[in-house]
């Protein structure tokens, strides 16, 4: 049975965290500036919670803003209607976007459920709870040869019903691979660069080298 992959760390040194026994909408501090400014929160609150626990310590960080995967160091997937997108980087940490649900009012927060593929069932990551401001979330260490599944799922206030959870399946590359691609790569392109010049000199000695031989060569019989 593989070993069970980490989930994300609650709270880092420089996070500021807190504990709470009551459940309430995660909400960020406020934002310095003039009111009604109407700028994005500088703060993404979230809570991790380990399984079977109903609750876990309050953590901030601070939202990945115009992050854009780019083709060498990531792969992007998508939930099938695109409203989720994992972008799994390069140092196997994946990088969770998402963008304002519909409607907007009366936005409490986002679930959001991992799960892992094993060798002969699925299981459970930790939960994450999100604030309504939160559009992204950073998963920092997934393992490799594991598939992943996670789902996000918007929060309303009571009556409004929660609508379906978006979710998107990715497998990380393992970290050896990754090096050994690189490493072919690397090589494929020294070889090409050693065949180019192989040709070249092929061709160099055909027509400087042998042609003057080989003309010597026709020459003799019509002096005899």
């Not at 309303?156 to 970290?175: D, G, I, N």
């Not at 050994?180 to 092929?202: E, N, R």
Request: proline share 12%; charged share 20%.
């Amino acid at each position: 049975m593989p070993r069970r992959p980490a989930c994300p760390a609650c709270c880092r040194p420089s996070s500021p965290c807190s504990s709470s026994g009551r459940r309430r909408p995660l909400k960020a501090p406020p934002a310095a500036g003039p009111e009604g400014s109407g700028s994005e929160e500088p703060w993404c609150p979230y809570k991790v919670g380990a399984e079977g626990a109903a609750d876990g310590r309050l953590c901030f960080r601070t939202p990945a803003r115009g992050f854009q995967c780019q083709a060498r160091g990531c792969r992007a997937h998508r939930s099938p209607s695109g409203a989720l997108v994992a972008n799994v980087l390069r140092n196997g940490s994946v990088l969770l976007q998402w963008g304002p649900p519909r409607p907007a009012a009366g936005l409490r927060g986002f679930a959001l459920n991992c799960s892992w593929d094993g060798t002969y069932t699925r299981f459970p990551c930790d939960s994450v709870e999100l604030g309504a401001a939160c559009r992204d979330y950073l998963l920092p260490e997934a393992h490799g040869s594991v598939r992943y599944r996670l789902c996000l799922q918007p929060r309303y206030a009571p009556p409004r019903p929660a609508p379906p959870a978006q979710c998107v399946e990715f497998r990380v590359e393992p970290a050896a691979m990754r090096d050994i691609v690189v490493a072919m790569t690397a090589v494929g392109g020294s070889i090409c660069v050693m065949l180019v010049f192989i040709c070249l000199l092929v061709a160099y000695i055909t027509e400087n080298l042998m042609s003057p031989a080989l003309a010597g060569a026709a020459a003799a019989p019509h002096r005899a």
